[in-house]
């Protein structure tokens, strides 16, 4: 997503990750994906690129889950040295957020994403079907759901990703969202 000059997206979902205790229970994690999840669908007209993903298989599901998690606790960064405010550079910064779920294989909730990820393929890479997505996974029952990570890119504003560093290959699996 574009990060807007003086924009509060960003630091409103820092402030909703940062602010969500670690060991909380379904009912409040629940309610923290609703709050972010109604945050990004709202600001669909700053998607540029995105990926989403579901897998029924459930061993590639916990593998898909682990890369996921091993991206929010290594240090993969695009970038060594902040990329500055936008304003005084003239070119976009972008910001990443991303929302992984490892549910219960078979679980009620599972199938009812299953159901929401059943999508035709011309329209995998469409804003509506992001804003589709974001707005189901709220539905999920918290009881169902093994483990979860969120976790956004920039921390900082002034870190915000430039356009090169979307080419980087960290960022590969990336596709553009019209």
């Given at each position: ?27 409040e994690k629940a309610d923290l994906l ?15 690129k995105g990926c989403w993903d579901f ?85 999920v029952d918290y009881d169902h759901v ?33």
């Amino acid at each position: 997503m574009r990060l807007v000059p003086r924009s509060r997206l960003r630091d409103d979902l820092r402030r909703l990750v940062l602010g969500h205790p670690a060991a909380t229970g379904p009912r409040e994690k629940a309610d923290l994906l609703h709050r972010i999840t109604t945050l990004l669908a709202d600001s669909d007209d700053l998607y540029e690129k995105g990926c989403w993903d579901f897998f029924d298989d459930d061993e590639r599901a916990r593998s898909d889950y682990d890369m996921w998690c091993k991206g929010m606790t290594t240090e993969e960064g695009a970038r060594l040295t902040p990329s500055g405010f936008p304003e005084r550079y003239g070119e976009h910064r972008y910001m990443t957020f991303t929302i992984a779920l490892l549910m219960v294989n078979g679980s009620k909730s599972e199938r009812a994403i299953a159901k929401l990820c059943e999508t035709p393929q011309e329209m995998l890479w469409r804003k509506e079907t992001f804003v589709r997505i974001l707005r189901g996974l709220p539905l999920v029952d918290y009881d169902h759901v093994k483990s979860d990570v969120l976790y956004l890119i920039p921390g900082e504003e002034d870190w915000g990703l430039t356009a090169e560093d979307l080419t980087a290959e960290e960022f590969e699996y990336l596709r553009k969202v019209e």
